[in-house]
T-cell receptor, first 109, second 116 residues
Framework: QKEVEQDPGPLSVPEGAIVSLNCTYSNSAFQYFMWYRQYSRKGPELLMYTYSSGNKEDGRFTAQVDKSSKYISLFIRDSQPSDSATYLCAIGGSEKLVFGKGTKLTVNP | GAGVSQSPRYKVTKRGQDVALRCDPISGHVSLYWYRQALGQGPEFLTYFNYEAQQDKSGLPNDRFSAERPEGSISTLTIQRTEQRDSAMYRC??????????????FGPGTRLTVL
């Protein structure tokens, strides 16, 4: 079993839709949970960061962590064409991060 | 600079040649990480430094890969006797400090290495 599993998609939604992206992980020692957004031909950009179970909201984005199920989610409300990118979950301790494969999202106008 | 910078942005080399990839982290960032990202995949950890000390090199694929950060700032990832399978995007990231347990890593634009 891989340390971090993420459905690669691709995912295509209409503008305004609610998007749900998910990852599962196997190592219960992981403490930090992040979501990165990567536009084509660019480096990953940190989007959300949390280290506890529960929800964290930032504008249209909500990160959710369920440590008991080893499951993390990113929700995007009122999705916009500018949200079209690959979304990577990243999980780890205080040192290296383990990344999922990334989910490619396209938001159609 | 404001962000992590890497050079060169693109490197094409012939099989068997050595290459050196450079990373300049965000000023003041203590920790520096090297990752490799294949097309359609997430970044894969190679090695990381706190200041000049290499803390973990467990992700380096073999002994042809090495990294250094002699003055605790700029880092160089060196690949000796390159092989075609080394072709990938090599990404560098830095973070402010992991002593408090925080690990928000900021990535550079990457170096695209192509081995012919």
């Amino acid at each position: 079993q891989k340390e971090v599993e993420q459905d690669p998609g691709p995912l295509s939604v209409p503008e305004g839709a609610i998007v749900s992206l998910n990852c599962t992980y196997s190592n219960s020692a992981f403490q930090y949970f992040m979501w990165y957004r990567q536009y084509s031909r660019k480096g990953p950009e940190l989007l959300m960061y949390t280290y506890s179970s529960g929800n964290k909201e930032d504008g249209r984005f909500t990160a959710q962590v369920d440590k008991s199920s080893k499951y993390i989610s990113l929700f995007i409300r009122d999705s916009q064409p500018s949200d079209s990118a690959t979304y990577l979950c990243a999980i780890g301790g205080s040192e290296k991060l383990v990344f999922g494969k990334g989910t490619k999202l396209t938001v159609n106008p | 600079g404001a962000g992590v910078s890497q050079s060169p942005r693109y490197k094409v080399t012939k099989r068997g040649q050595d290459v050196a990839l450079r990373c300049d982290p965000i000023s003041g960032h203590v920790s520096l990480y090297w990752y490799r990202q294949a097309l359609g995949q997430g970044p894969e950890f190679l090695t990381y430094f706190n200041y000049e000390a290499q803390q973990d090199k467990s992700g380096l694929p073999n002994d042809r890969f090495s990294a250094e950060r002699p003055e605790g700032s700029i880092s160089t990832l060196t690949i000796q006797r390159t092989e075609q399978r080394d072709s990938a995007m090599y990404r560098c990231a830095s973070s402010l400090d992991t002593s408090g347990g925080h690990n928000e890593q900021f990535f550079g634009p990457g170096t695209r290495l192509t081995v012919l």
